[in-house]
C-alpha cells in the first residue's frame, strides 16, 4: 500500500497510458482533495463541472447511473473495474456494498479513494 494515498500499487505495473490529461485531471483531483462534501449529490463538487472531464467525474447526474440498484446492493461484493475519480464507487460504497475498486491510473485511484475516505 502507499503510505502517502492508502493505495494499494504493485511494482510491477506502470498506469495505463490512459487520461482525461493531466491538466485536466490534477485539476479534478485538486477539487476532490479540497472539498468538504463528497458525495454524489455534492452541490460544492458540482459548482467545480466547468468543462467535459470536470463534469465527468464531479457531475451530480453520474452518481444517477446505480441509484435505482442500491436496495439490490446491500451486503453485496462488488468489483468495480475501472472506477474513475470514484462517482459510482461512491454511491456502491454507501448503498453498504463491499467495493473492490480497480483503476489503471495511480491518480484516478487516488481520487476514487479520497471520494470514499469517509464510508
Not at 3 to 18: G, H, M, R
Not at 90 to 109: F, Q, W
Amino acid at each position: 500500500m502507499n503510505p502517502k494515498t492508502k493505495v494499494f500499487e504493485s511494482a510491477f505495473y506502470d498506469d495505463l497510458a490512459y487520461n482525461d490529461g493531466d491538466e485536466s485531471e490534477n485539476r479534478v483531483l485538486k477539487v476532490i482533495r479540497g472539498a468538504t462534501k463528497l458525495g454524489s449529490l455534492s452541490d460544492e463538487l458540482e459548482a467545480h463541472c466547468t468543462d467535459w472531464a470536470s463534469t465527468y467525474h464531479l457531475s451530480k447526474r453520474r452518481g444517477n447511473l446505480p441509484r435505482p440498484f442500491t436496495e439490490y446492493l446491500k451486503n453485496k461484493d462488488i468489483l468495480e473495474v475501472g472506477s474513475g475519480m470514484g462517482p459510482i464507487t461512491r454511491i456502491l460504497g454507501k448503498s453498504d456494498a463491499l467495493v473492490l475498486a480497480i483503476e489503471g491510473t495511480s491518480r484516478r485511484a487516488h481520487a476514487t479513494r479520497l471520494r470514499t475516505q469517509y464510508l
